[in-house]
């Protein structure tokens, strides 16, 4: 994909809101290295920690290109690297010199893991009492299940996501997109930032705890507070709603699927029309959205019938000039050419050493008067480890001893 870029970071762009903080990013995989990408593109200098051995597991995933990651290269942009042995004082001690002034920490161990590197938050709030303290975990820091250790597709099943995810008669289904994961690095960036709003007043940091339980949770929104509210336990029901009817999707006769969103009971008034069923609409049955919910089964076969006899494109004119929002249920290729995708200028270009300028999926929140941008690529494994220990007074000859004794890499 070819989209235009945003304007570039610059000498002369305004200050980016996060400038000046500075973050120790411990994590691994999605949810903690996107949450530090997302303070990275607000301008906080982000370095990330790797241990010595095997770095970070996701420069592993495939699909890859010249030996670089996808999933990788997007979850860890604006970073620096380095590589440390965490199973060694000399390493505990270096993270400590880098932690007395730090701003902010994320890490996604198991819970206890890092009080047994000696770098927990206790120890840490009192060599720095203004640090900023994430801890992203599976079940949360609380619990019978708190040291548990836990995947993102694990918390769609254990939530409940994954039991109405799919066809009503078909087996559980993963979502496509790993959305536990990314919802809950971008509430732990949204929970680091309100806990140093609240140090700017108070002086003192604090420890964030983000759980990819809590935030599956919370992202069955109304289908866990229908099951609070009334006792009926929500079900699958592939494309459609629960609570909105026609609203799913339907397959043309030229064999594309279109989504339409009967979303209130004017729209589905449109959607009647536009397909020759407007009778329905006096019909007491269809009238309304509670009772067409309550009759979707017939309403869906003649709806489907009826589209059925159309091709996609025709279709879509047809919905547009009747003022009915319906959508080309698109592949991940369609989505990106897309001319509304392009004019958003979706990515971001980014330098690499390897691969030269490529194209990476930013942040996706722009703002009328800061120009977030990639300044960094994501780091190779160790990429800055000399010039961070440098920075701690540590000589060429005593950073080569270290690397020596693989305390460093």
């Not at 996501?161 to 496509?176: F, K, L, N, Y």
């Not at 960036?189 to 935030?215: C, E, H, K, P, Y």
Request: net charge neutral.
């Amino acid at each position: 994909m070819t989209a235009p870029p945003p304007p570039m970071l610059t000498e002369a762009a305004p200050q980016l809101a996060l400038e000046g903080i500075r973050v120790l990013d411990f994590s691994r995989v999605l949810a903690g290295p996107f949450c530090g990408s997302l303070l990275g593109d607000m301008g906080a200098d982000v370095i990330k920690i790797e241990d010595t051995d095997r770095g970070d597991e996701s420069r592993t995933w495939l699909p890859q290109k010249e030996g670089q990651s996808a999933a990788y290269l997007v979850n860890n942009r604006n970073k620096r690297g380095i590589a440390v042995n965490l199973k060694t004082p000399e390493g505990v001690a270096i993270v400590k010199q880098l932690a007395a002034d730090a701003d902010v920490l994320i890490e996604n161990f198991r819970t206890g893991t890092m009080d047994e590197f000696g770098l927990g938050f206790d120890v840490l709030a009192a060599l720095n009492p203004r640090l900023v303290y994430c801890s992203i975990t599976a079940f949360g820091r609380t619990g019978p299940r708190a040291r548990d250790g836990g995947y993102e597709a694990l918390m769609q099943a254990f939530s409940g996501i994954m039991s109405i995810t799919g066809e009503a008669d078909g087996a559980p289904v993963r979502s496509g997109v790993s959305f536990i994961d990314l919802a809950t690095g971008s509430l732990c960036a949204f929970g680091i930032v309100n806990a140093l709003m609240s140090r700017a007043r108070s002086g003192r940091g604090q420890r964030v705890d983000g759980a990819l339980l809590d935030t599956a949770i919370g992202m069955l929104n109304y289908q866990a507070q229908s099951y609070l509210l009334t006792g009926e336990v929500p079900r699958p029901m592939g494309s459609a709603h629960p609570a909105i009817a026609p609203y799913r999707n339907y397959r043309c006769a030229d064999g594309h699927w279109v989504f339409v969103a009967g979303a209130n009971d004017g729209l589905t008034r449109k959607l009647l029309g536009a397909l020759g069923l407007a009778g329905l609409c006096d019909d007491p049955r269809y009238a309304t959205n509670a009772e067409r919910v309550r009759n979707r089964v017939e309403l869906d076969r003649m709806v489907s019938e009826a589209i059925a006899r159309h091709d996609r494109d025709a279709l879509l004119r047809m919905f547009e000039e009747a003022g009915f929002p319906a959508s080309p249920v698109n592949s991940v290729a369609e989505s990106l050419e897309d001319p509304q995708t392009r004019a958003r200028a979706v990515t971001w270009p980014m330098d690499h050493p390897v691969l030269g300028t490529v194209p990476v999926v930013r942040m996706p929140v722009t703002f009328s008067a800061m120009q977030p941008a990639i300044r960094r690529h994501a780091p190779r494994w160790g990429e800055h480890t000399d010039a961070t220990l440098a920075g701690l007074a540590h000589s060429p000859a005593a950073i080569a001893a270290l690397r020596e004794r693989k305390i460093v890499r």
